[in-house]
């Protein structure tokens, strides 16, 4: 079982920055992929970025719409996974989701095994 707790989310002006955090706990951290997700009101849940195991070079991927903007690291040693978010537009205005996988690293969500409870993001025109 793996827990995930995410923070950072908020208020913000578009062009602004945040930086989301997702703390993880229970079972091996660098054994697991993990992924940033978010769900607008109205629509599905979409893969935001994602980040592969260290051993297989950490590799990132990312969505076309946040790609240049977002940016997605990991910390093993604080067993925790970050997205810096700059140049932020309304239309990133969601709830963000952590999650984590055990293995390699895959952009759909119903891949993913682990979810935090999510943190709202809202950018402001």
């Known amino acids: 079982q793996v827990q995930l707790v995410e923070s950072g989310g908020g208020l913000v002006q578009a062009g602004g920055s945040l930086r989301l955090s997702c703390a993880a706990s229970?079972?091996?951290?660098?054994?697991?992929?993990m992924g940033w997700f978010r769900q607008a009101p109205g629509k599905e849940r979409e893969f935001v970025a994602a980040i592969g195991i260290s051993w297989t070079g950490g590799m990132t991927y990312y969505a076309p719409s946040v790609s240049g903007r977002f940016t997605i690291s990991r910390d093993n040693a604080k067993n925790t996974v970050y997205l810096q978010m700059n140049s932020l537009k309304p239309e990133d205005t969601a709830v963000y989701y952590c999650?984590?996988?055990?293995?390699?690293?895959?952009?759909?969500?119903?891949?993913?095994?682990?979810w935090g409870q999510g943190t709202q993001v809202t950018v402001s025109s």
């Open positions: 999650a984590a996988r055990r293995g390699v690293v895959v952009d759909t969500a119903n891949e993913y095994d682990y």
């Open positions: 229970g079972r091996t951290f660098t054994d697991y992929a």
